[in-house]
């Protein structure tokens, strides 16, 4: 699949946006329930699409170090 800046950055800012500073954090469910009113309807209709780039965006947040994974059942994160 083609990458798509514009979709990256506005899925980066808001993940950004909706994580907690401190643990316990959240879960990616509850992530994707406060993420969804952010992302613009433009790149995302209706949500489409947002779960697999909520994901992308997650991990390469965590490769820098910027947002943190507790090994909780169900995962949370939250922001470094």
Known sequence: MKFDKAKYL???????SVLPSKAPGITAAEEKKQL??????DLFPGGAKSGWRQKA?????????????QETKPLTFHLA
Not at 36 to 41: I, K, M, T, V
Not at 57 to 69: D, G, P, S, W, Y
């Open 57 to 69: 965006a997650q991990l390469n947040l965590e490769a820098k170090r910027q947002i943190i994974r």
């Open 36 to 41: 969804l009113p952010l992302l613009p309807q």
């Open 10 to 16: 506005a899925m980066q800012d808001a993940l950004l």
